[in-house]
């Protein structure tokens, strides 16, 4: 019963190094393989024999927070939160709720960015590079928690009910305003 | 055998002498604020001189009294009890030091001063300057929309005339850094402000981003093209255009590659469709000297080599990777090259 504090420091230890585990970024994303779009399909349904093949991997980008926030800056700078606004959805549907018009997959989302859809989606096809889809696919599915909390980004300061204080409104600087003072 | 203390000296001696005239030199001010600091430089260099032979005088010489050369043994106390010399001497050299000390902080504080105040009043020209990771977005703002200049890490201002720089980040804290001509400045995100800085000799001065701000911090940087009023205004007046018209079916394939592409997700080219504000404004990418934040010299294989593989140059710049057909990337480079 002696050893039983080392024993407990020993598992501490040991758990504390199993969480230094650092993810890796992956700054030269491989160049796309063809368009693989057209091998996603939404709908399981299919005459004939069923031969819809699976959709192409995408594990890489929702294991990796780095990713989904890449994710999350894209959702901004390629202005999705012009018609889906921060997950609320506005001019497009929300996209944070449970409800999922062209599937959840992680292979229709990609499908429904890549191909547009009817009513204002537009395709994005070659003007977003792939591995960028992708990313944009695991925020979106992290916007309504199919991804694990550890990978999810926190909620953009947008959304806040007070503005964050990196991003307070303008400041008219102080110093030098305008027209400069003659010196005496 | 060369004392380790020569080395020190001789570092000392090459940081002083100065390097090749350069653009990116705090030994060549083009800018009366740039002169301030260098003075202040050389008047810390000098003190930190006598300091330093002093210095090495006093330990040569109690070397040589204690004989540590001949390897007698040290005596204990020069001095016999109740002789307060030495207390002395240490007194003075505290009261010495301390002295100087407060003198290079008094002039190190009246040199901000000099650097910071605005001592003329004529006209300023206000430009406002974004740190992104990792280049340098700039405007010239005017109360007519259409009448500010939008570009990018190469900021032209009129000699002789004060230039109030407007600072803001869209991201981490950067740091603005033309060493010829004045000191630096954070840009801070979402805080806005102002300082100013003149510059009195033409030419292209260089800068850089001089505070960590992530992978590529080291490639950040800028150039500050100085020229005659008369030339300001023609370069104004030019960048205020839209792009132009395409003028051979090279040029206008090169477009459409443009706009059916990923670069416009991220660029603007007033004039056309592209209209993003993510990376840096190409209406007139070809009248600058350089791109890639000052990375790469602006020819026909750096652009291409950079729209093909930016992640090779700059591993972690925001630019993706674009493999294009071959004869797509020559149009678009064409197109990019007509953008005056």
């Known amino acids: 019963m002696k050893r039983l504090p080392q024993f407990v420091l020993m598992l501490i230890a040991a758990l504390l190094l199993g969480s230094c585990k650092r993810e890796e970024r992956v700054l030269r994303q491989p160049p796309p393989a063809d368009e693989t779009l057209n091998v996603v399909q939404i709908s399981g349904l299919n005459p004939g024999a069923n031969s819809i093949p699976t959709p192409p991997p995408s594990n890489m980008y929702e294991e990796s927070a780095y990713t989904v926030s890449e994710g999350q800056k894209l959702y901004e700078q390629y202005n999705c939160v012009g018609c889906h606004a921060h997950g609320g959805g506005g001019i497009g549907p929300p996209l944070m709720d449970n409800n999922w018009i062209y599937g959840s997959e992680p292979g229709n989302i990609f499908a429904t960015i890549m191909q547009g859809r009817p009513n204002g989606m537009p395709s994005f096809r070659n003007r977003i590079p792939q591995y960028q889809v992708w990313e944009l696919v695991a925020y979106v599915r992290s916007l309504s928690g199919l991804l694990p909390k550890y990978v999810s980004p926190s909620r953009p300061d947008e959304m806040n009910v007070k503005p964050s204080e990196s991003s307070t409104p303008h400041q008219n600087p102080t110093g030098i305003t305008g027209e400069p003072e003659q010196r005496k | ?340």
């Open chain 2, 1 to 340: 055998m060369i004392p380790e203390a020569t080395f020190h000296f001789a570092g000392l001696l090459a940081q002083a002498v100065p390097l090749a005239p350069g653009s990116h030199n705090i030994l060549h001010p083009g800018a009366p604020q740039g002169s301030h600091i260098e003075w202040l430089y050389w008047f810390i260099f000098w003190i930190l001189l006598a300091v330093y032979v002093l210095m090495i005088v006093g330990f040569t010489r109690a070397g040589a009294k204690s004989r540590v050369l001949s390897r007698e043994p040290l005596p204990i106390s020069e001095y016999p009890e109740g002789d307060r010399r030495a207390k002395w001497a240490v007194g003075t050299a505290v009261a010495i030091t301390v002295i100087i000390l407060f003198v290079v902080l008094a002039i190190s504080v009246a040199t901000g001063k000099r650097v910071a105040g605005m001592t003329t009043s004529k006209n300023p020209v206000t430009i406002s300057v974004t740190g992104h990771q990792w280049w340098w977005e700039v405007t010239y703002p005017n109360p007519q929309a259409d009448q500010t200049v939008t570009t990018a890490n190469e900021i032209h201002v009129p000699v002789g005339t004060p230039v109030v720089v407007l600072t803001n980040s869209a991201d981490v804290i950067h740091s603005f850094w033309p060493p010829s001509i004045t000191g630096k400045r954070d840009l801070l995100p979402g805080y806005s402000t102002a300082f100013w800085f003149q510059v009195d000799q033409p030419g292209v001065y260089r800068g850089q981003c001089a505070e960590f701000c992530g992978l590529q911090h080291a490639h950040m940087g800028f150039s500050i093209v100085a020229q005659s009023v008369s030339d300001f205004q023609a370069w104004q007046q030019q960048q205020l255009k839209p792009a132009a018209e395409p003028t051979d079916q090279e040029v206008a394939r090169g477009r459409a590659v443009f706009l059916t592409h990923t670069c416009l997700m991220c660029h603007t080219i007033r004039g056309t469709d592209a209209g993003s504000r993510v990376g840096p404004d190409l209406t007139h990418l070809a009248s600058r000297k350089m791109i890639a934040a000052e990375t790469l010299p602006n020819t026909t294989g750096a652009l291409a080599g950079w729209i093909v593989d930016p992640q090779r140059i700059k591993p972690g710049a925001r630019m993706t990777p674009n493999p294009l057909a071959p004869d797509d990337l020559q149009a678009l480079v064409s197109y990019l090259r007509s953008l005056q």
